[in-house]
């Protein structure tokens, strides 16, 4: 099948078709579709055959798994934040230790199980995505473009969660450090309401944090490989 014939089943020009024949662009995963019932190979044949493993080692990564990553990355990174918002907690009720301590240092221990229980049950959502972080990932141009866009959106958003985590972190600083020297009665409380706050900021600086990083992983890709760090780690797995 020439080219132009192949363009006109795909709705598409006979530039772009040039372009999957030459492995400047990768198709869109609809026409992906439609070229495996016209070839009548699977899915996976095609995306392992033409863009799946390139020869310099990249992975095809197709708008459905981009776009799973991201929730599944949503999932964990929430699950960790709300984790570790109840192991800083557990510290609070040790403000309030009296005579008999037995209830506050049990409040302590049930809020830090909480928090580790919390960020245990990450482990239950199945990760199919572990070898990214390590992987050359290529993207379809088109969804590329649409990420950026998305990602531009939700960086205003990331830029205001920041700066209210800031205010939070500073409020809760002063009430934690100044509750005792100005308040002759109710102390306690304000510290026990400055760990609150502190709790809540960090968990929002470690949830914006790594959302960002997902973000900036799939759109790039080609700086991240290049981190110190990720070139370490790609040298050891290559040694074994």
């Known amino acids: 099948m020439s080219q132009e014939a192949l363009s006109e089943v795909l709705g598409t020009t006979r530039q772009a078709v040039s372009k999957w024949e030459n492995n400047q662009r990768c ?7 439609v070229l495996a019932n016209i070839f009548h190979v699977s899915v996976d044949y095609l995306l392992k055959d033409d863009a799946d493993e390139e020869e310099d080692g990249s992975y095809y990564i197709s708008r459905e798994k981009a776009e799973g990553y991201l929730l599944y990355h949503h999932k964990v990174v929430k699950v960790r934040a709300v984790g570790i918002f109840f192991i800083i907690c557990s510290v609070i009720p040790c403000f309030f230790l009296q005579e008999d301590s037995m209830p506050q240092l049990f409040s302590s221990v049930v809020l ?3 928090g580790i229980g919390i960020i245990a049950t990450q482990n239950f959502y199945e990760n199919e995505y572990k070898g990214w972080k390590n992987t050359a990932l290529l993207l ?3 969804y590329l473009e649409q990420l950026k866009h998305t990602y531009t959106i939700l960086r205003k958003k990331y830029f205001t969660a920041n700066i209210i ?4 972190l ?5 009430c934690s450090i100044y509750a005792d020297e100005y ?3 109710g102390g306690n409380t304000f510290s026990a309401i400055g760990i609150l706050l502190i709790a809540l900021s960090l968990s929002i600086f470690g949830y914006v944090s790594a959302e960002k990083r997902a973000y900036e992983m799939l759109l790039h890709n080609k700086e991240h ?3 110190w760090t ?11």
């Open 230 to 240: 990720i070139r370490i780690w790609n040298k050891i797995n290559s040694k074994f």
């Open 27 to 33: 198709p869109d995963v609809e026409k992906i579709l």
């Open 170 to 174: 500073f409020v809760g600083c002063l």
């Open 165 to 168: 985590a800031t205010i939070l």
């Open 112 to 114: 830090l199980i909480v």
């Open 140 to 142: 379809d141009g088109n």
């Open 225 to 227: 490989m290049n981190r």
């Open 183 to 185: 308040l002759k009665t």
